[in-house]
């Protein structure tokens, strides 16, 4: 297959393009989320970063939809994609393309690839017969039916029996290939439970898949038979490609790959994993483009052990959640308190005390309580310590000297839970610590000089700890690094990550006496428990 050269220094990522039958759920949050935090830890090391995110809004589900609301297809899907658009900027995502699949510069890049995959004679004319699932835009083989025809993705809704003429794509052609790519790329496919599946799944024989439909009008006619749509799947794949194109570009594939291809990183919920995982490779092979880099499928989401759904009136709205708490604290929550890539529940009893303990009284009163002691004793000036005046075997530096290595290997491998704990692993150090040394009493004893040392380890570990999880909590980590007289935000990072590079700051021993502090305050305030009716 071709090759394309990629530009050096560069990270693209993408979050699933969501599909707007509805408004976005936390589901959809909790992958944005960590692909929000994804984006921010490459800045920090200098990288150049692409995020990419969208909707997709083609599909019979769409049409049905909008149809039952008595509106057109396109205004309905104007309303709900502004609502993923308006959830983002509450979660603070600083995402840098926001593609929908309706845009007109996306049809011309999705005819032009399947010109591609015509021509290598993946595409031919036949019958499809077999259970459908409108909800999840895919036809079902029935040893995956749960019983009375029914998805188990959506067990409230039986299955439609589909018998027309549709086109197919040979997905048959490229089952060696893919067990190849499978073998030869290891961590193409993560987590480890997610490449069994799709191992599992690919071993038992591929069978070619339609990507069109009859009697749809929402979506792009098949360039050589208008009587057919474009299936969704393999029109809104494509959306990862049109959205590398720059604003003032020609739509051709050519240009769309020139800069960000291959993606380093698809994020994607388990459920959509087949279609990333096999179907998106096999499409890109027939093509002759290069495939991305990594694919990887975290899992679903509870509430107090349960699944969420309407019908059992225990769903979980992530504006209410942003609006009532404040983005840090869902963001930290659900990327702290889950092991990304596994299953993970939500407790709002366990969410407040969580970010209590963590937040409020372990990183923001560490912070606020040294300040004050500071202020008290050191006139309100960083100490006239250097780190070359603490030992390697000091008790918080030995924890700080290897704790950014640690956190950068736990952000590469995703495991925000692991970056998290090793963090608070140094800042409840730094408490014991604290109270252990008492500088209270060292200064009552006239050690001006053990004081000092003290205060500024503290100091330093509290801003080392807000520098490694500012990817999570930029806007307490942002307003750390300004009472530690830091002029940088870490919501300003999205152009260049020239102003805190991982390098420097993700060391222990920035500090210096040429830091003019700022007013102690409160950076997590104290969350009370919602009072009972």
């Known amino acids: 297959m071709n090759q394309v050269k990629k530009t050096q220094n560069t990270f693209a990522l993408t979050t699933p393009l969501y599909y707007v039958n509805d408004l976005p759920h936390i589901g959809s949050a909790y992958t944005t989320m960590a692909a929000d935090v994804v984006a921010r830890f490459q800045r920090l090391l ?3 970063v692409l995020l990419i995110t969208g909707t997709d809004e083609h599909g019979q589900k769409i049409q049905r939809t909008a149809e039952s609301k008595g509106r057109s297809p396109q205004s309905f899907s104007d309303e709900m994609s502004a609502g993923f658009v308006s959830l983002w900027q509450l979660l603070n995502i600083q ?21 591609r995959v015509w021509e290598a004679g993946d595409i031919y004319h036949g019958q499809q017969k077999g259970w459908y699932c409108v909800s999840c835009e895919e036809f079902k083989e029935e040893r995956e039916l749960l019983e009375g025809h029914r998805c188990p993705l959506h067990p409230n809704k039986e299955v439609e029996w589909r018998d027309e003429q549709n086109y197919f794509f040979r997905l048959s052609k490229y089952q060696e290939k893919l067990q190849a790519l499978y073998e030869s790329r290891p961590d193409f496919i993560q987590p480890e439970s997610r490449r069994n599946e799709v191992l599992s799944f690919v071993n038992q024989g591929l069978q070619d898949f339609s990507i069109s439909r009859v009697n749809v009008d929402w979506g792009f006619p098949v360039p050589v038979d208008p009587n057919h749509t474009l299936y969704v799947w393999f029109d809104a794949l494509l959306g990862y490609v049109t959205a590398l194109l720059e604003p003032d570009e020609e739509p051709t ?18 459920d959509i994993l087949r279609f990333h995982a096999v179907y998106w490779p096999a499409m890109l092979m027939s093509a002759g483009l290069s495939l991305p880099e990594r694919v990887f499928g975290h899992g679903f989401l509870t509430k107090d052990g349960q699944k969420m759904g309407k019908s059992l009136g225990n769903t979980l709205d992530p504006i209410g959640l942003v609006e009532r708490y404040g983005s840090d604290a869902v963001r930290y929550y659900f990327l702290k308190e889950i092991e990304f890539g596994k299953d993970g529940d939500f407790n709002e009893s366990r969410f407040i005390d ?11 009163n560490l912070l606020n309580r040294t300040l004050g002691m500071v202020k008290k004793y050191c006139a309100g000036n960083v100490p006239t310590i250097t780190n070359e005046d603490i030992p390697f075997e000091h008790a918080l530096k030995a924890i700080g000297l290897p704790l950014g290595e640690q956190v950068r290997n736990a952000y590469e491998a995703l495991a925000f839970n692991q970056a998290c704990k090793a963090v608070l692993s140094l800042v409840k150090t730094s408490n014991k610590f604290l109270d252990e040394q008492a500088p209270w009493s060292l200064y009552k004893q006239g050690q001006q000089q053990a004081v000092e040392q003290v205060l500024y380890a503290v100091l330093e ?17 942002s307003d750390i690094y300004q009472q530690l007289g830091f002029g940088i935000n870490f919501n300003e990072q999205i152009e260049t990550a020239t102003a805190a590079p991982f390098a420097i700051h993700g060391t222990w021993g920035v500090l210096t006496n040429q830091q003019k502090l700022g007013q102690a305050r409160p950076v997590f305030k104290k969350i009370e428990p919602p009072k009972n009716d």
């Open 46 to 48: 200098g990288h150049r």
């Open 95 to 115: 995402y840098d393309r926001f593609i929908r699949t309706t845009a007109p510069r996306h049809e011309v890049l999705v005819k032009e690839f399947f010109q």
């Open 253 to 270: 594939i050519k240009n769309a790959l020139a800069k960000w291809w291959p993606i380093n990183l698809h994020l994607i919920g388990k």
């Open 354 to 364: 969580v970010l209590n303990a963590d937040l409020a009284n372990d990183l923001g």
């Open 461 to 477: 570990s509290v801003r080392l700890a807000a520098y490694l999880l500012s990817p999570i909590i930029p806007d307490t980590s």
